[in-house]
């Protein structure tokens, strides 16, 4: 899925939401596990609740993979439930080099079809490239995140000013072109992110921590939309476990509509739609 | 198992040598095709033959992964199959946050029994915090890697002449000692050994490039050896695609040995045996 695809969904949609299945089998409703496979009955109903309100799924990979062979099935049977003009995200932060990042973009891509997959820069150039191999495919890179570790080194500065995180981006963009290539830019660091729109203008961030970590969906719309929207808003806890009862889904989809209206407002002022 | 168990078996087998099982079903021999799992039986294979020559063995994530379900039991099998003497190494490179982090984890050191993990420092203390919670368990942090790429982030300076992965090196060390904690340090980059040496004294390194990459054993032990000898040199393809017959194990065995042996002469110059 190129830029221009995900802008028209999200026009389509009226929304640039991304939901996160951070599927946890410690936290999902107690009822779920008389199912066969409880994680992907979870997701399962969560998609059947949201899937008009958002345009991106983001699995991230860490909850598959504990869960050992298990995991692994229940993305598979996810991936598959997903539909197919939705926009999906394997958030697993890999970053590797050479035949090793092509077995990970093998996985990822080809194994299970993903559209993108989260990327981190630290091994430069090499831990990127494999993935460009995939036609149609996006890598994601770490540029500014959101947590509070983010302060230990992306904002390491050089003697000119510029930051370890600025660096990322300029860089990056050496590598790949914006259809290819979108980056993290975590919410609650809003006050950089007219700085980096700046450095990188075209291409999709996908920004975590509106809600839940403290960000403000209109401060980072305000510095971080461009052209074509620009920005997918994800959203995972704050939606997914919006209730562990029986009503879970039907809370979830509360919640992402709340966000999707308050998207839909700024898409209009905007006038992108 | 901490530095001081680490530096005993080196003793005893006078090798500071570390085995990658980076065990690609493509490039294992044919043959092996006959065995109902045949990355396992090429592993079981090369540990049988190996595995008085070496300290640790280093099974590369990505090669088991990208087989999905199969490569997960191939992979836990080989975990159980290493003798509990020799110190395991999840090379997965993971970086992530708070309960993710935890989910990775829970993965490496619960499920598959692994003695540590590789992890990548970008996005900072919130990385590796979570791993630093189960006793006994180490985190190898990427410091300086032996890529092309990691020229392009890991050597980024600030005002001072510090660069990104002598912050790595010292930031890291408030958060964890030295026998929760090694870094990764490139063979190729042997010029910067003595100066990370001096940054962390105490730290086990796992070092990769020896050989087929072009770093030279005599350079970085010249560099690199602290007290405790401090290091683990890693080799994978020189070692296990040594040949692609039926006798892989015994050539593996051939070329470990040379390694092994020059081990021990360093070994033996330096009075640790």
Avoid at 14 to 29: A, T, Y
Avoid at 70 to 90: C, H, M, N, R, V
Avoid at 125 to 142: Q, R, T, Y
Avoid at 191 to 208: D, T
């Amino acid at each position: 899925m190129d830029n221009q695809q995900l802008f028209e969904n999200i026009k389509s949609k009226k929304s640039f939401l991304c939901i996160g299945l951070d599927s946890d089998i410690e936290k999902i409703p107690k009822f779920l596990f008389d199912f066969p496979d409880p994680i992907f009955e979870f997701n399962k109903q969560i998609i059947n609740a949201t899937q008009d309100l958002c345009v991106a799924y983001k699995p991230n990979i860490a909850f598959y993979e504990s869960q050992g062979i298990q995991g692994w099935e229940s993305l598979k049977k996810t991936l598959e439930y997903i539909p197919k003009d939705i926009f999906t995200i394997a958030d697993a932060k890999r970053g590797d080099i050479g035949n090793t990042s092509g077995q990970y973009a093998k996985t990822f891509f080809d194994t299970f079809n993903f559209d993108s997959v989260t990327i981190a820069p630290y091994m430069g150039e090499d831990s990127i490239a494999p993935f460009l191999g995939f036609p149609g495919k996006v890598v994601i890179l770490l540029a500014l995140t959101s947590n509070k570790g983010s302060q230990d080194f992306q904002h390491f500065t050089d003697i000119s000013g510029k930051e370890l995180h600025e660096l990322v981006l300029q860089k990056a963009q050496e590598w790949a072109n914006p259809d290819q290539l979108m980056f993290v830019v975590g919410a609650t660091q809003a006050s950089y992110l007219s700085k980096i729109r700046n450095i990188a203008p075209h291409n999709f961030y996908l920004v975590p921590g509106v809600g839940a970590q403290g960000g403000s969906l209109e401060e980072v719309c305000k510095h971080g939309l461009n052209d074509q929207v620009g920005l997918l808003i994800n959203s995972s806890r704050g939606i997914i476990y919006a209730s562990d009862k029986e009503d879970f889904a039907e809370a979830a989809r509360i919640e992402a509509l709340k966000l999707r209206d308050q998207m839909e407002l700024i898409l209009a002022s905007k006038n992108f739609i």
